[in-house]
């Protein structure tokens, strides 16, 4: 195992952070995997379960059983790592200019697209290899002026050529699920069945600039730009990874979730060995659009009335809104069928907060019923 150090701009002169990333096996054979960490950095579960991948993988070099090349970023986000409010860990948005980590990725597909026009072949495997060094190339010229957009530089120049690019999070309270897109939903499965999810989130450009999507979409993009033209390969399987809640930074969570990682690579024939029989998938993927956001309709103390992972009917009771002073309780109902697979931690809430998201079967405008 190799480690390198990719130095970002720095704020003044007496500081300098830099995001390390720990490479095995050999690039150009078996294809790449790129795993990172913590991007919205209070965000842990990710960053132990690569502790523990490392040490499969660890063994796996000693035995000479990885075929390809896997970089892992335990610490995707230095910057956010060190953001602290009141002892709280706060590294979802970056202090200095407001903006949510995980999104204003650059747009590859475009960066790349006016050259490729000139370049491509009708050779799919010289067009992947085409992109990739348009990619490599419109990468390197950006000239990024804020530490920030350094860090997004710096983690794209590791990820852009890989063949697989996992992103690890976590929500604040949830059971295991997945984003992606849709058009590599059939790549996507295996991971949703090894790791265990309970719900799989399809979009076809959801437009948020996350990290993600930077890694994929150019490909399906492209494809689409240049279809009937010019072959192009789904090159880069990219999907997020959340797993479970905040606090569930545990052992054994963790150890379940890198054998399932390493499966997956298994799979995907970037380690030897025959992958583990695939298990039964959990819930079959719904549209990220059909994913119904429930609010608080007025202030009030929030008591959840499922646990992550529970399926809630359509119209049925999720959580009581409770005013303390006047003694009402508001009953926030679904008006979806579906996995709640995730809700918020607050449990005093602000009239119109999020508390937490149904994965519904089919796409909606959106709202909720509630009833006295
Ligand atoms: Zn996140």
Redesign the pocket.
């Known amino acids: 195992m190799r480690v390198e150090h990719h130095p970002l701009l720095t704020r003044n002169p007496c500081t300098r952070r830099e995001l390390i990333s720990l490479h095995y096996g050999q690039a150009g054979r078996a294809g790449k995997v790129y795993l990172q960490a913590s991007?919205?950095a209070d965000?842990l579960p990710g960053m132990l379960a690569l502790h523990h991948l490392r040490q499969l993988l660890d063994r796996a070099e000693a035995r000479g059983e990885i075929l390809g090349e896997i970089v892992l970023v335990p610490i995707a986000n230095p910057i956010g790592l060190e953001q602290t409010l009141m002892h709280d860990a706060m590294g979802r948005f970056d202090f200095n200019s407001g903006e949510n980590f995980?999104r204003r990725y650059p747009d590859l597909a475009e960066m790349v697209a006016g050259r490729l026009a000139h370049e491509l072949t009708a050779d799919l495997d010289q067009n992947r290899q085409m992109i990739r060094r348009a990619m490599a190339d419109a990468l390197k010229q950006m000239q990024p002026v804020t530490e920030i957009d350094s860090l997004r530089q710096a983690q794209l120049l590791l990820a852009f050529d890989a063949d697989v690019v996992l992103d690890l999070?976590c929500d604040a309270q949830a059971v295991v699920h997945l984003y992606g897109e849709t058009p590599y939903s059939a790549q996507i499965e295996p991971l949703a069945r090894y790791i265990g999810a309970q719900a799989t989130l399809l979009a076809e450009g959801s437009g948020a600039g996350s990290f993600d999507e930077a890694c994929g979409q150019p490909w399906w993009r492209l494809a689409e730009q240049f279809a009937g033209r010019f072959p192009i390969p789904s090159g880069c399987i990219a999907a997020t990874v959340e797993l479970r809640g905040e606090a569930q930074v545990e052992h054994a969570l963790a150890a379940q979730d890198a054998a399932a990682l390493y499966a997956f690579l298994q799979h995907r024939a970037i380690l030897a060995g025959a992958a583990p029989p695939m298990p039964a998938l959990a819930r079959p993927a719904t549209p990220f659009d059909g994913s119904l956001t429930l609010h608080a309709p007025c202030a009030g103390l929030v008591v959840f009335l499922h646990q992550p992972g529970a399926w809630i009917e359509c119209d049925e009771p999720v959580v009581h809104i409770i005013d303390p002073i006047g003694g009402a309780t508001q009953v926030v109902c679904s008006s979806v069928s579906g996995v709640m697979y995730m809700r918020s931690a607050i449990r005093f809430a602000a009239p119109g907060v999020e508390l937490c998201k149904v994965a519904g079967t089919t796409a909606l405008e959106g709202g909720v019923v509630v009833s006295a």
Do not use: A, F, R, V
């Open positions: 991007l919205h965000e995980n999070h």
